[in-house]
């Protein structure tokens, strides 16, 4: 038999409530070329039997022995992988019922090593934030453009681009010798840290052709298990992140770079990142510096995202700056957010008053979970055929 085209791998530990919509959503693309993989990081039988559910020659299921640190979960998946390209997904995301097709005429139309879009976000009914529970966001843009590596790393160093724009794993369907030139400078492709962020820099280091998709091609779930959420809203996600690095076997002190401080707050685990990556995999190369300064910045500008963590994240900026040697007045900071969250629905405009996005009350509509919820977005998104 020939291999197929892509992999698509979906590391899980005990979160069968949302791993059958994730399984379903790739096991009903339009494109058949895949393959499956559950890689189980020594869960519970009721991950087996959700996948026992399924009878297709597609899907493989592999579980591991005994517990093992996310990285070492996630490089078992990649050893399954017969694919040209590989692609990474969260037990709680869902493929776009297009996605494949819509990657695949991409890529034979242009020699990409790396095919990154834009993901759609879902978040579950028992979602984190409450305010957020049940809700979909989908954003309208569909713009294709190439983007060039260097260029985008210099800007994620310097803070003008995100993580969301990296090429992640997550996020992304990467050739396996972008894989391979990977291992070649650092023994593993998930070498160190969360595993999309790293490999969102990683990629971008080696690669030479990426392709971003402004089309989502998958949906981000936000689960109320989810780690990433965790981060994000960090005053209710203590316990979450409590029970991740006793998985991990390292407290936080143990996990963020010596330049910077023990914290939770997401722009200093990027920091760390971006320390981390450098020293692996071009540390002489000063054109991609990292940038304390910015750092600080990024924090202040964003010190409102869980307003209830004000005064700890404005503690930890005075802290850095002072470890840093910056001047702790050069960060100024915005007034803490009073107003309570907004529930969103309908369209929603952008800084130029322009409909950007839509906010859909997935639960009203009868849909939850992420596979149901991607089919509802097919059903709104217009139709995108790649000649």
Known sequence: MSKPRFSIVIPTKERHATLESAIRSVLEQEEPDFEVIVQDNCSSPETAAVVRQFE???????????????????????????????????DDDALMPDGLRLASSL??????????????????????????????????????????????????????????????????LV?????????????????????????????????????????????????????????????????????????????????????????VNLEVNFADMQLRVKEMMFPDDARIRFNPHKMLLSMAANINRDPACYD???????????????????IALPPRQTVARATMQGPLAGPNSQVNMLAVNCSQAGVHDAARAAVLATSILPVLTIQ
């Open 175 to 263: 050739h396996r010798n972008i894989i391979s030139r990977v291992k070649a400078k650092t023994g593993k492709y998930f070498a160190v840290g969360a595993p999309d962020n790293f490999t969102g820099i990683a990629n971008a280091a080696v690669a030479q052709s990426i392709g971003w998709f402004e089309r989502g091609l998958s949906l981000c779930g936000n689960s109320g298990a989810s780690t990433g959420c965790s981060y994000f809203f960090r005053s209710r996600g203590a316990e979450r992140r409590q029970s991740y690095h006793q998985e991990e076997g390292k407290s936080i002190g143990e996990i963020i770079h010596p330049a910077l401080i023990p914290s």
């Open 56 to 90: 297709s020659p597609k899907l493989k299921y592999n579980r591991a022995q005994s517990p093992l640190p996310m990285n070492e979960n996630w490089e078992a998946g990649l050893e399954l992988c017969e694919g040209e390209y590989v692609y990474f997904m969260g």
């Open 107 to 172: 890529l034979n139309r242009l020699p990409l090593e790396i095919l990154s879009w834009r993901k759609y976000t879902y978040w579950w009914d028992n979602a984190i934030e409450p305010t957020l529970a049940g809700r979909m966001f989908l954003h309208l843009d569909a713009a294709f453009q190439q983007i060039d590596p260097l260029a985008l790393l210099e800007a994620h160093y310097d803070w003008r681009v995100g993580t969301d724009i990296l090429p992640s794993i997550y996020s992304s």
């Open 312 to 330: 700890e994240v404005a503690a930890e900026i005075r802290q850095l700056a002072q470890k840093c040697g910056i001047d702790p007045s050069l």
